[in-house]
């Protein structure tokens, strides 16, 4: 494998470094109504982790982005375990919980530090039909949790439910260290199989520009039609949740918006047959500038699978679809043979 080039190393760490804290700054937020306790356990963590993971692996970007991205769904899944099962568990018990899978997860990882950087440091995905390797730790991770729905463990005391969500963090914890390198796999694949999304997702930045500013059109476009007829209006044209009312041009680009994306939260809905008509046409509008969207997406992919060669041969007619020579003419030989 040939390294980076220490600007290009120090960019791409750059771009690990803020999505962690980023992406862990979000969850921790989002976990805030269980305490800030564990919102601060959180993103001490995401810290610990970006900061161990950089002086083992310098060069392992793809497991600190995955690792980032593993983390989040992690505090995301034990909130809800904790929520729906453990509701009474004593608030100092949730942070520690919480912690005990990753401290595993970590602490082996130090440990096997040179047998797991190859893993870490490797450069493309592997095969989707080798993923299911992940099974093997996933289904023990699984069936703790299953376990944990299945017993009746909410109606226990409060202590109760404070020992059993660390017992079985504690399992999950051990399921975690004697799968490790499974573990570091799937989190590598991960992160490598969100970057190919993202190189795809940059070769569509103009049709995707092309229909947002489209659809930022519409909606301006419609709004201000709507917020325009309804103040020419003698009567109201919308009613809203107690009655008629007055559009001003916010609630027009709300009602727009929602028109144009067929979402209808129904908080402002036209009464008059005028408006009514106008707001099925820019449904209609919507929909063919989704038709208008998958046709430029398709183009574009079908350009750039062709690419110069295939651009190449429709300027030359003397070259093949297969590349190889055509019929033209053998150039004029003198002599005779």
Known sequence: MNPLPPHRLRQAWARSVAFTVALSLLVALGVGDEGLVLSAVVLGVAGLGLGLLYRLFPRGLHFAFGTATGLALYATLFVVLGRAQFPHAADWSRPIAFL????????????????????????????????????????????????????????????????????????????????????????????????????????????????????????IGFGATYRIADGLSHHALFHGPEGPIRLSYSDALHFSIATLSTVGYGDIRPSDDGARVLASLEVLAGQLLLLFGFAEIMRSRRVRAEGPAGRSRVRDPHVDPDGAAGHSPPPHRHGGD
């Open 100 to 219: 005990l899978p990753v401290l595993a997860f970590l602490g082996t990882v130090f440990w096997r530090r040179r047998e797991l950087a190859e893993v870490a440091e490797k450069q493309e995905a592997e095969s989707l039909d080798l993923l299911p390797y992940a099974a093997r730790w996933l289904a023990g991770v699984s069936a703790v949790g299953v376990i944990c729905f299945a017993l009746p463990v909410n109606r226990l005391a409060p202590e109760w439910q404070a020992a059993i969500l660390m017992a079985a963090m504690a399992v999950i914890g051990g399921v975690v260290a004697l799968s490790v390198r499974d573990v570091v796999r799937l989190l590598v694949d991960v992160a490598l199989i969100m970057e190919e999304l993202g190189n795809r997702a940059r070769h569509l930045a103009v049709p995707i520009v092309a229909f947002l500013l489209m659809y930022a059109v519409l909606v």
